[in-house]
């Protein structure tokens, strides 16, 4: 258990662009959100009619529709356009988290907060009922190395260390190896 804080306000800005996951109404008549059990994904299914009044409230706020299905919408836009489309407002908060080789590290995610919205991490409520949407979820943003450069040498047949885990790995290797045949620093 950490004596850190799980989440803290973040100082990083807004990114330009959010992407997210929007829920259109459910058929089951109850939502994602307050759902006990998802192992049946029909239940979720949204009606077309549904679908088209989410597609419609979508637009009118702004957001890019990148892909589709049956249960919602990946959407990308500003985040004024979020703001638009669930009354809230957006705020970066600092979650700890295990990270790459066993790190913990405070990771940024974004959140939509403002009144009727969940408590939960990047979960919010559409500002309308009539919008077709029952839910919205937040991606956590991309590191912005992730896009150029690499912070990752190229995919070639020759080895290249990517500091600092592989040489973690490497030393820790090498100095089981020497504890095994009995050095121990002391000679």
Known sequence: MSLLPAILDSGNPMP??????VSVRSKGGTSFL????????????GSDSDRREASQALTAAGL????????????????EAFAELTGGKLVARERLMHTRAGRVEYVTHLDIVGERQPDALGVAVPRSE???IEGVVLE?????MALFPAP????????????????ATILRER???????GADGQT
């Open 16 to 21: 330009g662009t959010v992407i997210g996951y």
């Open 34 to 45: 307050d759902a006990e059990d998802l192992n049946d994904a029909e239940a979720f299914h």
């Open 64 to 79: 890019e529709v990148l892909a589709q299905s049956r249960l919602g919408k990946a959407v990308a836009g500003p985040p």
């Open 130 to 132: 009539a919008s077709g």
């Open 140 to 144: 956590r943003p991309r590191a912005p």
């Open 152 to 167: 990752v040498p190229p995919s070639i047949a020759r080895f290249h260390i990517r500091v600092p885990d592989d040489v």
């Open 175 to 181: 100095s089981v190896e020497a504890h095994r045949i």
